[in-house]
T-cell receptor, first 114, second 117 residues
Framework: GENVEQHPSTLSVQEGDSAVIKCTYS??????FPWYKQELGKRPQLIID?????GEKKDQRIAVTLNKTAKHFSLHITETQPEDSAVYFC?????????????FGTGTRLQVTL | DAGITQSPRHKVTETGTPVTLRCHQT?????MYWYRQDPGHGLRLIHY???????DKGEVSDGYSVSRSKTEDFLLTLESATSSQTSVYFC????????????????FGQGTRLTVV
């Protein structure tokens, strides 16, 4: 099955700096890569996603890049703000036609300091 | 927010007792998932469903069973709860437009905090 590794596990940046979180996946058939943000005590919520036919996607201060050859994808947050502090999860989806599993990384706790 | 609710939200139970968690959706999504969340492990898939009565195991399925008799309901049962099953459980739903297309966004329920004493 799919295996997703995520690094780093914790990340501390100063307000205004950029943050980068990296993930690798094992199954080359995976074709959907979402990123979720989870604030303390809340449910995970999608912040951005990318499909395998696209190399990069951007939404305001966040962007995701995908390298299918190397089987890795990254989340980039620019001009970080205190409200970006949360746990971020990457995921990879393997669609077998009748069943689709969404496998998550272990999470990155991002702290944005003033 | 997507129409997905979990019940109960909190539960304390004794070791050896059966426990059932319910996930209910109003979105008519095909796929439903049960995850557990533990510190240092992220979200780990327990079981998932790709249709009524169609289910499969995830990476941490031992000690858990599921049932889906209706599109809108996905039940997770701990046959005999153990302390290692103390966790926060999340249900999620997702959809595809066609069989050959990737998943759409997965929506999560609010979570159920289960404590086994």
């Amino acid at each position: 099955g799919e295996n997703v590794e995520q690094h780093p596990s914790t990340l501390s940046v100063q307000e205004g700096d950029s943050a980068v979180i990296k993930c690798t996946y094992s199954d080359s058939a995976s074709n959907y890569f979402p990123w979720y943000k989870q604030e303390l005590g809340k449910r995970p919520q999608l912040i951005i996603d990318i499909r395998s036919n696209v190399g990069e996607k951007k939404d305001q201060r966040i962007a995701v890049t995908l390298n299918k050859t190397a089987k890795h994808f990254s989340l980039h947050i620019t001009e970080t703000q205190p409200e970006d502090s949360a746990v971020y999860f990457c995921a990879a989806s393997l669609n077998t036609g009748t069943a689709s599993k969404l496998t998550f990384g272990t999470g990155t706790r991002l702290q944005v300091t003033l | 927010d997507a129409g997905i609710t979990q019940s109960p939200r909190h539960k304390v139970t004794e070791t050896g007792t059966p426990v059932t968690l319910r996930c209910h959706q109003t979105e008519n999504h095909r796929y439903m998932y049960w995850y557990r969340q533990d510190p240092g492990h992220g979200l780990r898939l327990i079981h998932y469903s790709y249709g009524v009565k169609d289910t499969d195991k995830g990476e941490v399925s031992d000690g858990y069973s599921v049932s889906r008799s209706k599109t809108e309901d996905f039940l997770l049962t701990l046959e005999s709860a153990t302390s290692s099953q103390t966790s926060v459980y999340f249900c999620a739903i997702s959809q595809t437009l066609r069989q050959d297309l990737p998943l759409s966004e997965a929506f999560f329920g609010q979570g159920t905090r289960l404590t086994v004493v």
